[in-house]
T-cell receptor
Framework: GEDVEQSLFLSVREGDSSVINCTYTDSSSTYLYWYKQEPGAGLQLLTYIFSNMDMKQDQRLTVLLNKKDKHLSLRIADTQTGDSAIYFC???????????FGTGTLLAVQP | DAGVIQSPRHEVTEMGQEVTLRCKPISGHDYLFWYRQTMMRGLELLIYFNNNVPIDDSGMPEDRFSAKMPNASFSTLKIQPSEPRDSAVYFCATGTSAYNEQFFGPGTRLTVL
Protein backbone atom coordinates (compact mmCIF):
# COMPACT_ATOMS: atom_id res chain seq x y z
CA GLY A 1 0.00 0.00 0.00
CA GLU A 2 0.91 3.63 -0.04
CA ASP A 3 3.31 4.87 2.57
CA VAL A 4 4.74 8.27 3.45
CA GLU A 5 7.76 8.42 5.77
CA GLN A 6 9.38 11.31 7.61
CA SER A 7 12.05 11.65 10.26
CA LEU A 8 10.50 12.30 13.66
CA PHE A 9 12.50 15.23 14.96
CA LEU A 10 14.66 18.12 13.81
CA SER A 11 16.33 20.75 15.97
CA VAL A 12 17.81 23.96 14.54
CA ARG A 13 19.00 27.31 15.82
CA GLU A 14 17.06 30.48 15.10
CA GLY A 15 18.26 32.05 11.87
CA ASP A 16 19.53 28.79 10.39
CA SER A 17 17.84 26.94 7.54
CA SER A 18 15.71 23.89 8.26
CA VAL A 19 15.29 21.01 5.85
CA ILE A 20 12.52 18.50 6.48
CA ASN A 21 12.54 15.37 4.34
CA CYS A 22 9.82 13.00 3.21
CA THR A 23 9.74 9.84 1.11
CA TYR A 24 6.66 8.29 -0.46
CA THR A 25 5.92 5.11 -2.34
CA ASP A 26 3.07 5.92 -4.75
CA SER A 27 4.63 6.90 -8.06
CA SER A 28 1.22 7.96 -9.42
CA SER A 29 0.83 10.81 -6.90
CA THR A 30 -0.43 13.97 -8.52
CA TYR A 31 -0.04 16.48 -5.71
CA LEU A 32 2.33 16.62 -2.76
CA TYR A 33 1.63 18.86 0.21
CA TRP A 34 3.25 20.26 3.30
CA TYR A 35 1.02 20.93 6.29
CA LYS A 36 1.96 22.63 9.58
CA GLN A 37 0.45 21.79 12.95
CA GLU A 38 1.01 24.22 15.79
CA PRO A 39 0.49 23.09 19.40
CA GLY A 40 -3.15 22.54 20.22
CA ALA A 41 -4.35 23.24 16.69
CA GLY A 42 -5.36 21.42 13.55
CA LEU A 43 -3.22 21.04 10.44
CA GLN A 44 -2.91 23.99 8.11
CA LEU A 45 -1.75 23.83 4.50
CA LEU A 46 1.64 25.53 4.04
CA THR A 47 2.38 24.82 0.40
CA TYR A 48 1.98 22.19 -2.29
CA ILE A 49 3.66 21.09 -5.50
CA PHE A 50 2.39 19.34 -8.60
CA SER A 51 4.16 16.14 -9.47
CA ASN A 52 5.35 17.56 -12.81
CA MET A 53 7.37 20.26 -11.03
CA ASP A 54 10.71 19.81 -9.31
CA MET A 55 10.83 23.02 -7.29
CA LYS A 56 8.50 25.61 -5.85
CA GLN A 57 9.48 28.69 -3.86
CA ASP A 58 7.15 30.69 -1.66
CA GLN A 59 8.85 33.39 0.43
CA ARG A 60 10.96 31.55 3.03
CA LEU A 61 9.74 28.13 1.89
CA THR A 62 11.33 26.05 -0.85
CA VAL A 63 9.89 22.69 -1.86
CA LEU A 64 12.05 20.26 -3.80
CA LEU A 65 10.65 17.17 -5.47
CA ASN A 66 12.76 14.31 -6.79
CA LYS A 67 10.16 12.17 -8.50
CA LYS A 68 12.64 9.49 -9.53
CA ASP A 69 13.61 8.88 -5.91
CA LYS A 70 10.12 9.70 -4.59
CA HIS A 71 11.67 12.25 -2.23
CA LEU A 72 10.14 15.54 -1.14
CA SER A 73 11.78 18.19 1.01
CA LEU A 74 10.76 21.45 2.64
CA ARG A 75 13.41 24.06 3.27
CA ILE A 76 12.62 26.93 5.64
CA ALA A 77 15.07 29.80 5.33
CA ASP A 78 15.92 32.00 8.33
CA THR A 79 14.01 29.72 10.72
CA GLN A 80 12.17 31.56 13.50
CA THR A 81 10.90 30.36 16.87
CA GLY A 82 7.38 30.71 15.45
CA ASP A 83 8.22 27.97 12.97
CA SER A 84 8.37 25.43 15.81
CA ALA A 85 5.62 22.95 14.99
CA ILE A 86 4.96 19.50 13.55
CA TYR A 87 5.28 19.38 9.76
CA PHE A 88 3.41 16.75 7.77
CA CYS A 89 3.97 15.85 4.16
CA UNK A 90 1.08 14.31 2.26
CA UNK A 91 0.55 12.85 -1.16
CA UNK A 92 -2.61 12.46 -3.18
CA UNK A 93 -4.09 11.62 -6.52
CA UNK A 94 -2.70 8.11 -6.37
CA UNK A 95 -4.28 4.71 -6.35
CA UNK A 96 -6.51 5.23 -3.32
CA UNK A 97 -7.77 8.67 -4.34
CA UNK A 98 -7.19 9.87 -0.77
CA UNK A 99 -4.77 12.20 0.94
CA UNK A 100 -2.06 10.09 2.63
CA PHE A 101 -0.21 11.83 5.45
CA GLY A 102 3.28 11.14 6.69
CA THR A 103 4.19 10.54 10.29
CA GLY A 104 5.06 14.18 10.94
CA THR A 105 8.38 15.85 11.85
CA LEU A 106 8.63 17.89 15.02
CA LEU A 107 10.72 20.99 14.32
CA ALA A 108 12.23 22.58 17.42
CA VAL A 109 13.81 26.01 16.94
CA GLN A 110 16.31 27.01 19.61
CA PRO A 111 16.69 30.75 20.31
CA ASP B 1 -16.22 32.01 7.08
CA ALA B 2 -15.49 30.67 10.55
CA GLY B 3 -13.71 27.60 9.25
CA VAL B 4 -14.40 24.06 10.40
CA ILE B 5 -16.05 24.05 13.81
CA GLN B 6 -15.69 21.14 16.21
CA SER B 7 -17.27 20.58 19.57
CA PRO B 8 -16.50 19.95 22.29
CA ARG B 9 -12.85 21.03 22.30
CA HIS B 10 -12.12 18.79 25.25
CA GLU B 11 -13.98 15.76 26.55
CA VAL B 12 -13.16 13.68 29.60
CA THR B 13 -15.29 10.62 30.18
CA GLU B 14 -15.21 7.29 31.91
CA MET B 15 -14.75 3.96 30.27
CA GLY B 16 -18.02 2.54 29.00
CA GLN B 17 -19.69 5.89 28.40
CA GLU B 18 -20.97 7.06 25.03
CA VAL B 19 -19.06 9.92 23.44
CA THR B 20 -20.33 12.09 20.58
CA LEU B 21 -18.05 14.45 18.70
CA ARG B 22 -19.49 17.07 16.39
CA CYS B 23 -18.33 18.87 13.29
CA LYS B 24 -19.70 21.73 11.22
CA PRO B 25 -17.97 21.90 7.82
CA ILE B 26 -17.09 24.97 5.82
CA SER B 27 -20.07 25.95 3.69
CA GLY B 28 -19.75 24.65 0.14
CA HIS B 29 -17.30 21.87 1.00
CA ASP B 30 -18.88 18.59 -0.01
CA TYR B 31 -16.15 16.32 1.39
CA LEU B 32 -15.81 15.71 5.12
CA PHE B 33 -13.11 13.66 6.81
CA TRP B 34 -12.68 12.34 10.36
CA TYR B 35 -9.10 11.74 11.57
CA ARG B 36 -7.64 10.49 14.82
CA GLN B 37 -4.20 11.58 16.05
CA THR B 38 -2.15 9.78 18.70
CA MET B 39 1.52 9.76 19.55
CA MET B 40 1.81 6.06 18.77
CA ARG B 41 -0.10 5.90 15.47
CA GLY B 42 0.17 9.42 14.12
CA LEU B 43 -2.67 10.79 12.00
CA GLU B 44 -5.18 8.16 10.88
CA LEU B 45 -8.08 8.67 8.49
CA LEU B 46 -11.16 7.06 10.03
CA ILE B 47 -13.88 7.78 7.48
CA TYR B 48 -14.83 10.29 4.83
CA PHE B 49 -18.09 11.48 3.29
CA ASN B 50 -18.97 13.00 -0.06
CA ASN B 51 -22.29 14.81 -0.34
CA ASN B 52 -23.29 13.35 3.04
CA VAL B 53 -22.68 9.76 1.90
CA PRO B 54 -19.95 7.66 3.56
CA ILE B 55 -17.41 6.75 0.88
CA ASP B 56 -14.63 4.97 2.75
CA ASP B 57 -14.90 3.78 6.34
CA SER B 58 -12.01 1.34 6.18
CA GLY B 59 -10.16 3.27 8.87
CA MET B 60 -12.89 2.95 11.48
CA PRO B 61 -11.26 0.81 14.15
CA GLU B 62 -14.22 -1.32 15.20
CA ASP B 63 -17.96 -1.46 15.62
CA ARG B 64 -17.85 0.79 18.65
CA PHE B 65 -17.21 3.68 16.26
CA SER B 66 -19.90 5.13 14.03
CA ALA B 67 -20.16 8.32 11.99
CA LYS B 68 -23.10 10.07 10.41
CA MET B 69 -23.67 13.08 8.23
CA PRO B 70 -27.41 13.82 8.27
CA ASN B 71 -27.01 17.00 6.22
CA ALA B 72 -24.38 19.17 4.56
CA SER B 73 -23.89 21.24 7.70
CA PHE B 74 -23.30 18.65 10.36
CA SER B 75 -21.50 15.41 11.11
CA THR B 76 -21.02 13.31 14.23
CA LEU B 77 -18.54 10.68 15.31
CA LYS B 78 -19.82 8.45 18.07
CA ILE B 79 -17.95 5.99 20.26
CA GLN B 80 -20.07 3.57 22.26
CA PRO B 81 -18.83 2.21 24.60
CA SER B 82 -15.65 4.22 24.97
CA GLU B 83 -12.37 2.66 26.13
CA PRO B 84 -9.13 4.22 27.45
CA ARG B 85 -7.34 3.33 24.18
CA ASP B 86 -9.72 5.68 22.35
CA SER B 87 -8.01 8.63 24.05
CA ALA B 88 -6.72 10.82 21.22
CA VAL B 89 -7.29 14.08 19.39
CA TYR B 90 -10.04 13.73 16.81
CA PHE B 91 -9.99 16.09 13.84
CA CYS B 92 -12.65 16.90 11.34
CA ALA B 93 -11.47 18.26 7.98
CA THR B 94 -13.39 19.39 4.91
CA GLY B 95 -12.60 20.06 1.29
CA THR B 96 -13.87 20.16 -2.25
CA SER B 97 -12.34 16.87 -3.31
CA ALA B 98 -10.95 13.71 -1.76
CA TYR B 99 -7.37 14.59 -2.50
CA ASN B 100 -6.98 18.35 -2.75
CA GLU B 101 -6.43 20.77 0.11
CA GLN B 102 -8.21 19.88 3.31
CA PHE B 103 -9.18 22.41 5.95
CA PHE B 104 -8.87 21.12 9.49
CA GLY B 105 -10.86 21.99 12.55
CA PRO B 106 -9.15 22.65 15.88
CA GLY B 107 -9.79 19.09 17.07
CA THR B 108 -11.46 17.47 20.06
CA ARG B 109 -9.12 16.12 22.71
CA LEU B 110 -10.77 13.01 24.15
CA THR B 111 -9.63 11.43 27.39
CA VAL B 112 -11.24 8.18 28.47
CA LEU B 113 -10.46 7.26 32.07
Amino acid sequence: GEDVEQSLFLSVREGDSSVINCTYTDSSSTYLYWYKQEPGAGLQLLTYIFSNMDMKQDQRLTVLLNKKDKHLSLRIADTQTGDSAIYFCAESGGATNKLIFGTGTLLAVQP
Amino acid sequence: DAGVIQSPRHEVTEMGQEVTLRCKPISGHDYLFWYRQTMMRGLELLIYFNNNVPIDDSGMPEDRFSAKMPNASFSTLKIQPSEPRDSAVYFCATGTSAYNEQFFGPGTRLTVL
